[in-house]
C-alpha cells in the first residue's frame, strides 16, 4: 500500500457512475488518502449518503447552480486544515469547478477545467477556459511562496501534446487541442510545474478520454486530458505517476500519483 495516494476521476455524473454502488466501492480498493472527483453534476442534497457521507472519509463538494451541470467533490481520509471553493470571480465560481484543500504543508487543487466548446460547437468559451487556468494558475502560485508543497488535479479538458491524443492532425482546430490552450499548459510547465505522468511515462498510447461512440475506447482512440500537475516541491516526494484505463463507468479513467509520507510535514 502506497505511503499516500492521490487519485483524480471524472466521473461524468457521480449518481450515474455510482450505479450498483460503483464508486463507492472504488473508493474504498483504491488506497487513496484522497480521492478528487470531477463532473458530479449534481447538487449535495440530491446524492444519497453513501456518497456524501461514507464511513471513513470526509467529503467536500462544490456544486455547480445549474442542476445537472460540473461541480466537483473531495473524499479525504483525514479533515484538510482548509479548504477554499472559490477564485474570487463570480463567472467562474458559480459553475462549482475548485476544491483546494491543505493538509499540512501538502495542497491539493481538485478542478474541473471548462471546455472552450461553446453551445454552437464553436470556440467561444475559449476565452472564458484560458481565464480559469490564469487565475488558478496564479492563486497557487500563492501557494508555494508560502512553501507549501502544491499539486493540482483533474480534467484540464486540454492534450498537452501530439503525443497526448490518437489523432492529432485532425485536432488542430478542435478545442482541447487548440494551439493557446496547449501553450497554456506549456506555460504551467515553464513555471517550474510538472507534469507528473508524462515525466515518467514517454510513450505512446496512454489516454484518459474516449468518446463514447462505439468502438472507440476498445480501439484505444483516446486522449490525455486529465493531470495531476506538481510544483518542484511535491514533484521531489512523487515516488510514481499512473493512470488506469480500466476502470469503466465514465468516458474518463482516473489518474493519480503516489507520494512519500512527510509530504504533508
Not at 29 to 37: D, E, L, M, Q, R
Not at 66 to 93: F, H, I, M, N, Q
Amino acid at each position: 500500500m502506497p505511503a499516500l495516494r492521490i487519485v483524480s476521476w471524472n466521473v461524468n455524473g457521480l449518481r450515474a457512475v455510482d450505479r450498483n454502488q460503483r464508486f463507492r466501492r472504488l473508493l474504498e480498493s483504491s488506497s487513496a488518502s484522497i480521492f478528487g472527483v470531477q463532473e458530479v453534476r449534481a447538487l449535495p442534497e440530491q446524492l444519497p449518503r453513501r456518497l456524501t457521507s461514507p464511513k471513513g472519509w470526509h467529503v467536500t463538494i462544490a456544486a455547480a447552480e445549474k442542476k445537472g451541470y460540473s461541480g466537483v467533490a473531495l473524499y479525504s481520509r483525514k479533515p484538510a486544515d482548509e479548504v477554499v471553493t472559490e477564485l474570487g470571480e463570480s463567472d467562474l465560481d458559480r459553475e462549482g469547478r475548485l476544491i483546494i484543500a491543505r493538509f499540512g504543508k501538502l495542497v491539493v487543487a481538485n478542478g474541473y477545467f471548462p471546455n472552450g466548446s461553446g453551445p454552437n460547437r464553436d470556440h467561444s468559451r475559449v476565452p472564458f477556459k484560458l481565464r480559469f487556468y490564469r487565475r488558478l494558475f496564479a492563486r497557487l502560485e500563492k501557494e508555494r511562496k508560502l512553501g507549501r508543497r502544491v499539486l493540482v488535479m483533474g480534467d484540464f479538458n486540454t492534450a498537452h501534446q501530439d503525443i497526448d491524443l490518437a489523432r492529432p492532425k485532425q485536432n488542430h482546430k478542435t478545442s482541447g487541442f487548440l494551439a493557446e490552450e496547449r501553450a497554456e499548459i506549456s506555460r504551467w510547465l515553464s513555471k517550474g510545474w510538472t507534469d507528473t505522468f508524462r515525466s515518467r511515462c514517454q510513450e505512446p498510447g496512454h489516454y484518459t478520454w474516449w468518446s463514447q461512440r462505439q468502438g472507440v475506447r476498445e480501439r484505444n482512440i483516446g486522449w490525455r486530458i486529465d493531470y495531476v500537475l506538481a510544483c518542484p516541491e511535491a514533484d521531489r516526494r512523487v515516488k510514481d505517476a499512473f493512470i488506469w484505463p480500466r476502470i469503466k463507468g465514465s468516458d474518463h479513467c482516473p489518474t493519480g500519483v503516489d507520494l512519500a509520507a512527510d509530504i504533508v510535514s
